[in-house]
DNA sequence: TGTACATCAGTGAACGCGCGTTCACTGATGTAC
DNA sequence: TGTACATCAGTGAACGCGCGTTCACTGATGTAC
């Protein structure tokens, strides 16, 4: 039964969405290659025709996620003007923080979903996590430069990038694990952080709230 | 082969202890019961006259490491002297943010290691953990009390403290998760992190190096 | 204190199960003429 | 354009393996007298 060479394509693609939704789900080792297939419609014997082995199809994910990623983020530091940036990177925050996308697991950014799992998988795991996080960072410095112009950001500016990348990447983190067992310290984490964040004014022009008036 | 009831319960805790530092190198999938009894210097067949379930170990250990992280973070929060927590804490961040710590995959902290992976284990295990994190959040932001007194700490800087955990937390998940691809990328983590944790001057006193003069 | 026996922590073989991977087979597609 | 055949994506059974868990057994410990 074989079939048209684009319609196989688009069966790998199939696989590899349906293993950028579920990995992030139930991590790497919590879905195996037959689960993989069949969420793709397919049956699991086919998997080798696509991909060399589970850490092929991994890689292939992470690629996949982060991809997505920095389409999003790109968004954000695209605008000309900083004011326009500074909205967007807010939106952003506040979209980032929220119990909609703490609850989405299978929609999840990469570093609060492969965090802990991507440093015990296979190279090209590893390389593929490596490389999408470098251009995500890119990204994110960019959204945070303060002039008008085509000026690339500042080291400051990347320092304050990957600084509040952590703090929203570890806040995710925390506001997912204690989600179930205490919703309201979950509640109140996502909160907290949102406030140090707003506070501490990213785009570079702000105040904080609390500054001595 | 019976043994004496103290030479037993030493027993469960060499298991306990093992799975502590198993289960936070290699995630709660990557080391199995064999494994873990083998560790503790016993065979696996014993594992059940100690624990219900693997699940059961899983929240015993995760008890463990936090016991083990509310010591510290508590010797942290003791001083009567703001000065001294104050001394104190930038002496923790620094340590916390160190490649040493953030190597030593076996003895870390636990939002760290299992934050990504407690919630997709059983309840006890995410019960285990909130409890965990509770009280480890309460010692921090009794951390960032700013008086000298007994004062309990205030909203604010509970909510400081909150997003410097996930700061904290972020950078080094994010720094150990491209540590073997990207070791340049993986050491600016660290130290920006660092930089704007001590910028931000957490226990309320300080100010921004960066703030206008 | 000494004796007799029940208890139970530890052992290692065995279980059923799901995993990643391989394989012989199918039959429509792609291609050579 | 039509025909003949090689290709190869997909199928489902089968593989070896490691997992969590169970079990009959051992023998020193703990206890009742």
Redesign the interface.
Known sequence: MRITKQRAAENRSRVVAAAAELFRE??F??IGVAGLMHAAGLTHGGFYNHFKSKDDLEAAACEEVFRQGTSVIGAVAAPEKAADRADALAAYRRRYLSRRSRDA?GASCP??????????QA?PV??A??KG??AY?DLFARALRSGDGDAQPTP?Q???A??A???????L??A???????PH?SE??LT??L???EG?APEGGGERP?APA
């Open positions: 139930k991590g080792g919590g697991t570093m609060v979903a492969f965090g802990a799992d991507v440093s015990r190279e590893r390389q996590y490596a996080l470098r960072l400051e990347r320092r304050r990957i600084a990348l952590a703090t929203l990447a570890g806040a983190s925390l997912r694990s204690v989600a179930k067992a205490d310290l109140e984490i907290s952080a406030a140090e964040l501490a609390t």
